[in-house]
């Protein structure tokens, strides 16, 4: 089955500790994206990669840190968390190419709390 | 810069009634247009998607959206709605031919349905 799976679903960390979301696509995606979803807020984009090896800032990308060693994985790292990041993440990835295959598949979302 | 604009945060609608939800969108190219759907606790799925060609978009479950380039909307709508459609509706635009999928999200609305 297409799909992004997302690990872990839920987690509760406490400041300052390094945690890291992972992110896999099994559909050879070139593109891979990280959103955090707020109240009021709607999506934002953190992080997108448009190939391995090839990352750039989205939106609200301050205190996060991804990689894309492999085409398949897009992890998000936060090097030191603070409660401002609590959140609800979403990777999201799409094939390159546009036009009529234009599509975001996303994962299932990590609920994340900072305390 | 390009922007997208819900204005309603929360709808309530009686199951069977008809239902709009608004969309407009600042952008100086050509848009792609997506409506995303969100049920409680999941992901988004993709709804249905504007390139060009005919103005009027027919999605899943019943839904439609309408591009009114003279209005900068685009509206989705749904002649009759079913209890299961109480979700989250988001909003996108992205680049046409461009950042292959960097997209803009509304902030979302909220839709109840009433018995």
């Known amino acids: 089955e297409a799909q992004v799976t997302q690990n872990p679903r839920y987690l509760i960390t406490v400041t300052g500790k390094k945690l890291t979301v992972t992110c896999s696509q099994n559909m050879n995606h070139e593109y891979m994206s990280w959103y955090r979803q707020d109240p009021g807020l709607g999506l934002r984009q953190i992080y997108y990669?448009?190939?391995?090896?090839?990352?750039d800032k989205g939106d609200v990308p301050e205190g996060y840190k991804v990689s894309r060693k492999e085409k398949r994985n897009f992890p998000l790292i936060l090097e030191s968390p603070s409660p401002n990041q609590t959140s609800l993440y979403f990777c999201?990835?799409?094939?390159?190419?546009?036009?009529?295959?234009?599509?975001?598949?996303f994962g299932s979302g990590t609920q994340l709390s900072v305390l | 810069a390009q922007s997208v604009t819900q204005p309603d945060i929360h709808i309530t609608v009686s199951e069977g009634a008809s239902l709009e939800l608004r969309c407009n969108y600042s952008y100086g190219a050509t848009p792609y247009l997506f409506w995303y759907v969100q049920s409680p606790g999941q992901g988004l799925q993709l709804l249905l998607k504007?390139?060009?060609?005919?103005?009027l978009v027919q999605g899943i479950k019943g839904f439609e959206a309408e591009f009114k380039r003279s209005q900068s909307s685009f509206n989705l709508r749904k002649p009759s709605v079913h209890w299961s459609d109480a979700a989250e509706y988001f909003c996108?635009?992205?680049?046409?031919?461009?950042?292959?999928?960097?997209?803009?999200f509304g902030k979302g609305t909220k839709l109840s349905v009433k018995p």
């Open positions: 999201a990835s799409k094939p390159r190419g546009g036009g009529e295959n234009e599509k975001l598949f």
């Open positions: 996108a635009v992205g680049a046409y031919g461009g950042s292959q999928g960097n997209l803009i």
């Open positions: 504007y390139f060009s060609g005919d103005t």
């Open positions: 990669s448009m190939n391995v090896e090839v990352t």
